[in-house]
């Protein structure tokens, strides 16, 4: 099965956005990880933390950047199977949902509706996207 990742794009971090993709899209989903370093696999670790979202309050605090990887419990929705939070250095932020093939555009029809924006792309086989400069060749229109 094709997985294409569906992202919508914000120029700040907003905790508002985080919190109703998480309402709206990850009712079901679970870290894919048990504990968070931050940063990530480089020393020194200046935080850890087992919980979720005490590590993304901490990188939204000290402008860290991240990406947190969630997978669907397998019960629900099975159109779209993991989704990301990612952070970016520059404060940017992308919320993704891995979506299988042909179920792209519901995702895209329903970032708009939900977030009032058409900064939404596709992205195939590509890691997430660690600055708003990487993000801007994405999107269908300039910035």
């Known amino acids: 099965m094709d997985l294409n990742d569906v992202y919508v794009f914000f120029e700040e971090v907003n905790e508002c956005h985080i919190d109703v993709f998480f309402k709206v899209y990850l009712p079901n989903f679970t870290s894919m990880e048990d504990y968070f370093e931050y940063p990530k696999y480089e020393m020194p670790v200046v935080f850890e933390s087992d919980n979720y979202k ?3 309050d901490y990188v939204i605090k000290n402008n860290g950047d991240y990406t947190f990887y969630f997978e669907n419990d397998g019960q629900h929705n099975l159109k779209y199977k993991q989704a990301i939070i990612r952070i970016n250095k520059d404060r940017s932020m992308l919320l993704g949902l891995s979506v299988i093939s042909g179920y792209e ?3 895209i029809d329903s970032y708009e509706k939900e977030f ?7 992205t195939y086989n590509v890691p997430p996207l660690t600055s708003k400069d990487e993000v801007l060749k994405y999107l269908p229109r300039s910035h």
């Open 105 to 107: 555009q519901t995702i």
């Open 54 to 56: 005490e590590m993304l």
């Open 116 to 122: 009032n924006t058409t900064d939404i792309f596709i």
